[in-house]
Antibody, heavy 114, light 107 residues
Framework: QLVETGGGLMQPGGSLRLSCGSSGFAVSNAYMVWVRQAPGKGLELVSVIFSGGGTDYAESVRGRFTISRDNSKNILYLQMSSLSAEDTAVYYC??????????WGQGTLVTVSS | EIVLTQSPDFQSVSPKEKVTITCRASQNIGSTLHWYQQKPDQSPKLLIKYASHSISGVPSRFSGSGSGTDFTLTINGLEAEDAATYYCHQSSSSPSDTFGGGTKVEI
């Protein structure tokens, strides 16, 4: 099971950290991702962290977002900065296993507005 | 970036009808194409993996086919609970996976 927390209403230019708690498996051993969905829109892969610790980002967030994990707490994070209205979305964490996203959290809404 | 184009964007169908959703990739992705179902206010759920492989617990009325650039999700005998938006996803260009734009199925 995956549970996201940390969403909320943010001012443009602000920062926010999302968390994704895992139960039943270790995030340290998994390929984990953040996927976002803007209101009424489709799915966008935002960031990935490989089991080995390497990371990658969508061009739209590179340099502003940082994915990380705390292995001792079994939590995945997404640190977001320089937020803009275009970052408004529901953010899902998910596990990628054998090429597919087999486990998803319930999502947390991030709204960027003045 | 590999672009996935789904069609139609929206489909209104009656129960027990057959639904066909297509997903076209901008380049050859082999069979690295997967399908998800997202009901309102829920997270996506994996339906089909690698174009045609079924997922445990998913009703047998859902099936997938295709390879290369053209893929199809078929729902045989639509049920009311199948009202949802369906997305295709390609993992060929990992870690730069992409999703299709979605097909909303209304009962």
């Amino acid at each position: 099971q995956l549970v996201e927390t940390g969403g909320g209403l943010m001012q443009p230019g602000g920062s926010l950290r999302l968390s994704c708690g895992s139960s039943g498996f270790a995030v340290s051993n998994a390929y984990m991702v953040w996927v976002r969905q803007a209101p009424g829109k489709g799915l966008e892969l935002v960031s990935v962290i490989f089991s080995g610790g390497g990371t990658d980002y969508a061009e739209s967030v590179r340099g502003r977002f940082t994915i990380s994990r705390d292995n001792s707490k079994n939590i995945l994070y997404l640190q977001m900065s320089s937020l803009s209205a275009e970052d408004t979305a529901v953010y899902y964490c998910a596990r990628r296993l054998s090429g597919v996203f087999d486990l998803w959290g319930q999502g947390t809404l991030v709204t960027v507005s003045s | 970036e590999i672009v996935l184009t789904q069609s139609p964007d929206f489909q209104s169908v009656s129960p027990k009808e057959k639904v066909t959703i297509t997903c076209r990739a901008s380049q050859n992705i082999g069979s690295t194409l997967h399908w998800y179902q997202q009901k309102p206010d829920q997270s996506p759920k994996l339906l089909i993996k690698y174009a045609s492989h079924s997922i445990s617990g998913v009703p047998s009325r859902f099936s997938g086919s295709g390879s290369g650039t053209d893929f199809t999700l078929t729902i045989n005998g639509l049920e009311a609970e199948d009202a949802a938006t369906y997305y295709c996803h390609q993992s060929s260009s990992s870690p730069s996976d992409t999703f299709g734009g979605g097909t909303k199925v209304e009962i």
